[in-house]
């Protein structure tokens, strides 16, 4: 949750600039060449995450109640968020390419084994 909010914090002033994922790896988390290579304590992502465990404990602090404003606030915001990111997906040039290549589908597929051993691990993992 905290790496997420800082990502979200990061998004508004586009703070990156052309490489989100190689900055947000590299900079911000300083990720390590591997496990035996252990790295230091990222000071922003440890803010973040007391930023968060505070807000986790205030809201449950209240009980119930508060979390039913937490939800009442929090959901329609999800669904208003999706509807902004839906609205400028489609605007995105190439977008209409992009849904009718997903909403075309190719039967010949049907008929190769590797779908159908990707569906079932899909349906293992769900």
């Known amino acids: 949750m905290a790496w997420c909010f800082v990502y979200m914090i990061f998004a508004i002033d586009l703070r990156w600039g052309t490489t989100a994922e ?3 790896l590299e900079t911000f988390l300083g990720v390590t060449s ?3 290579s252990i790295g230091r304590i990222r000071i922003p992502a440890l803010l973040a995450l007391i930023i968060m465990w505070i807000c986790i ?3 449950l602090y209240k009980g119930i109640s508060c979390i039913g404003k937490v939800v009442l606030i929090s959901v329609p915001a999800a669904w208003i968020l999706f509807l902004i990111l839906a609205i400028r997906g489609v605007t995105l040039p190439g977008a209409m390419t992009g849904i009718n290549y997903y909403l075309t589908p190719d039967f010949s597929r049907l008929l190769d084994v590797n779908v159908w051993l990707a569906a079932y691990g899909q349906v293992f993992f769900s």
């Open 57 to 59: 404990f205030l809201i």
């Open 22 to 24: 190689s900055f947000f």
């Open 34 to 36: 591997g496990l035996l």
